[in-house]
């Protein structure tokens, strides 16, 4: 058994979901679904002295109800990826990235001409926004900022407290909770040992485990180790018993040879992987004893 399993309470989201919405889309039939792709070619920065450029914020399209966003390597070194998913009634946005300036970086914008654009086919007489993170770390939490005084939208507290409170947490972080975004419902664990607020998203329509900093291609930093080991048996439990497809974390710091990672602070790195990983990712971790 992953843990018990609650849906979310939280008095600053909408009331309870209404019925069948006219042209609702069916987040249940099918999931995973078959439509969605990966192949992307990401941006992992400028060589020196080349003179080239790339965008602020590149986005990838998975399907029309999914996007993977992933802020520069000129922004910012640490090049967050950012994930924005699609229900009926809202959408949610986890993680907002590296920077609160949106000169630097438009986080808000880019999000706001993706929802009205998915509006202009999905129509909603109103349609919210919730705004969370896989943890506080200041280069997934910087452009929160952006997003204080949009209307309808939710922003998600940062420490272990308000995380608990806004997803209805009453075991943590030994539980598997839910966020409804309208038919498109979200399985959420706590996994801390990185940070003390770190969380793991489960999205049955994509078959996506967004790990956040917890798993992905680089060297894994620990701060708390018996948290961390057990969050991996965690997220690996969650992941065998759902039929998980990709394991999604927000970093890209391995390059293509096998354990090669590139030093802190680089802000180039043309043998980047992908930030997917469809292999038992959790289960390599734990086995190997990734941590500092």
Not at 37 to 51: A, K, M, Q, T
Not at 251 to 269: A, N
Request: glycine share 10%; with cysteine.
């Amino acid at each position: 058994m992953v843990g018990e399993t609650v849906w979310v309470s939280n008095d600053s989201l909408p009331g309870p979901l209404p019925g069948p919405l006219p042209e609702s889309v069916d987040f249940v039939t099918g999931a995973p679904t078959s439509s969605g792709s990966l192949d992307v070619r990401w941006r992992h920065g400028v060589r020196p002295r080349s003179g080239d450029t790339e965008p602020k914020i590149q986005v990838h399209r998975y399907d029309e109800h999914t996007f993977v966003l992933r802020q520069g390597k000129t922004v910012s070194y640490e090049a967050p990826f950012l994930y924005l998913f699609f229900g009926n009634v809202r959408a949610l946005l986890l993680d907002t990235g590296a920077t609160d300036d949106p000169a630097r970086c438009p986080v808000r914008e880019t999000v706001d001409h993706l929802i009205v654009t998915w509006l202009a086919t999905h129509a909603r007489p109103s349609y919210g926004l919730v705004v969370a993170h896989t943890h506080g770390h200041r280069d997934h939490v910087a452009g929160d900022l952006q997003f204080e005084d949009r209307p309808d939208t939710t922003v998600v507290g940062q420490d272990r407290a308000a995380v608990t409170d806004f997803f209805g947490f009453t075991h943590w972080p030994d539980q598997v909770v839910q966020l409804d975004l309208g038919g498109r419902v979200l399985e959420i664990t706590g996994t801390p040992g990185h940070h003390d607020s770190s969380i793991s998203i489960l999205d049955a329509w994509t078959g996506f485990l967004l790990t956040g900093d917890s798993v992905y291609p680089g060297r894994l930093y620990v701060r708390d180790m018996p948290a961390f080991t057990d969050s991996l048996d965690r997220m690996l439990r969650l992941a065998e018993s759902r039929g998980v497809r990709h394991v999604m974390g927000c970093h890209i710091e391995m390059s293509r040879t096998p354990g090669r990672d590139y030093p802190l602070g680089t802000t180039y790195q043309p043998e980047g992987p992908a930030p997917d990983d469809r292999r038992p990712a959790a289960g390599r971790a734990r086995c190997r004893g990734f941590g500092r």
